[in-house]
């Protein structure tokens, strides 16, 4: 089951509807596990899309006047050629629109049926979302340089290999995840050398001790006054008396607290090693680039939010290969200019990245508003999906509850 158009966070569990039909390109593209290509599409790009484009309906309009009712006409939606699975031609014409809604308004306590039997239709309209999306997996590798303290070992030597040359098939992810980093060191990078920071000696001068000293001299045995006796090795009493100073023990002078007066200390860099190994890390990444783009009929930018919530989108074609080109739809001139302006989004990809492959898929969700009128009031309602649910939200003229009965407590429109 695919994911509906717009993501609900308010609710934990999706609302579950029937399985759609589903039509891929190839056989090679039908899997069980890709997600509806429209998933994450916001309110305000279906809002956006609809002011901008106009996609053709997927059928003609069923009545072309709302006094003259013509005969039905059964109205297929388009397909990709070279289908893997030939999708069933679709039918929508009065006599399903009215037997839909009955059968809607059957599930409602309380709801007549006479409007949906009598009322005249007097448009039907389609509302439609096109979701176009082209992804680009890549796999990017960068070299980064990594010093650490040598402290003794055997490595091998030997010539490092070229970055796209280490092999890391073992650590290859699912095509297609979002992203997926991993580090693994150069074969053969290693190299030993002496530390910058101390020359070799695993030791620096003491800036404490040595403060006003030359580069490269040191001095020993520098002390400091006691801070406790100031120096006078006895701690004064209001007494008068004196006794000796416990820091010091009397001597008023203290070793240097960070080189114990040596002069010397451990080189941080090296930690008294005085060796540095150096070696080349690979870093490796692997991601997916994403570009959508989204196409909507006038009519869905009137489509309240709640209908997305509930659509679920059926892939028209679904490719994938190390460059995808523009589907082919052989009796649609709008799905194959639609394709060709989602493969123009192609994303930049990174100098240090190699394409993997791509994956290109449009969906589309279809969604009709129906209106019906008598006498001059009116009511419309949507049909969602090739599931075909009804949506009705607010106003049904049939409804005959006086606050009685329970139904208003489980009816949710």
């Not at 070299?143 to 070229?162: C, I, M, R």
């Not at 009709?368 to 009128?373: A, F, K, N, P, Q």
């Amino acid at each position: 089951m695919e994911k509906p158009l717009l993501s609900d966070n308010k609710t934990k569990e999706p609302e579950r509807w029937d399985s759609y039909q589903y039509l891929q390109r190839n056989s090679s593209s039908a899997r069980n596990n890709v997600s509806f290509a429209g998933a994450g599409v916001t309110v305000e790009e279906v809002r956006s899309a609809s002011a901008v484009s106009d996609p053709p309906p997927l059928y003609p309009p069923v009545l072309t006047t709302p006094v003259s009712l013509p005969t039905p006409e059964a109205i297929g939606y388009p397909s990709a050629s070279g289908a893997g699975h030939e999708l069933q031609r679709q039918v929508l014409d009065e006599i399903e629109i009215r037997e839909l809604l009955i059968d809607h308004i059957g599930h409602r306590c309380c709801w007549g049926s006479r409007p949906a039997r009598t009322w005249k239709i007097r448009a039907v309209e389609d509302c439609n979302v096109y979701v176009g999306t082209l992804d680009t997996f890549v796999e990017e590798r960068e070299a980064l340089t990594q010093t650490v303290p040598f402290n003794g070992g055997n490595f091998k030597h030997g010539s490092a290999p070229e970055l796209w040359q280490i092999d890391l098939r073992s650590q290859f992810p699912t095509l297609f995840v979002p992203y997926k980093e991993t580090r693994v060191p150069v074969p053969h990078s290693e190299t030993v050398d002496k530390c910058t920071g101390c020359g070799g000696r695993g030791e620096v001068v003491c800036p404490t001790c040595n403060a006003d000293g030359e580069p490269g001299f040191y001095k020993e045995n520098q002390v400091m006054k006691c801070s406790k006796c100031y120096g006078r090795g006895l701690i004064a009493h209001k007494d008068g008396s004196d006794s000796i100073c416990g820091d010091c023990n009397g001597e008023g002078k203290l070793p240097c607290p960070n080189c114990q007066s040596r002069g010397l200390i451990k080189c941080e860099i090296c930690e008294g090693s005085g060796s540095l190994l150096t070696s080349s890390i690979a870093v490796v990444k692997w991601k997916t680039l994403s570009k959508r783009k989204v196409s909507a009929t006038r009519g869905a930018g009137s489509v309240p939010e709640e209908v997305f919530h509930r659509a679920e989108g059926v892939q028209l074609c679904n490719t994938q290969a190390y460059q995808c080109t523009p589907a082919y739809f052989a009796d649609s001139y709008f799905l194959n200019k639609f394709s060709s302006e989602v493969i123009s989004l192609r994303a930049e990809v990174p100098p240090t990245a190699n394409v993997v492959c791509e994956r290109h898929a449009i969906s589309v969700v279809p969604v009709t508003r129906v209106t019906m009128e008598d006498r001059g009031k009116a009511f419309n309602f949507y049909i969602i999906g090739f599931g075909k649910e009804i949506y009705m939200k607010d106003y049904y003229p049939a409804r005959f509850c006086w606050g009685l009965c329970p139904c208003l407590e489980w009816l949710k429109v």
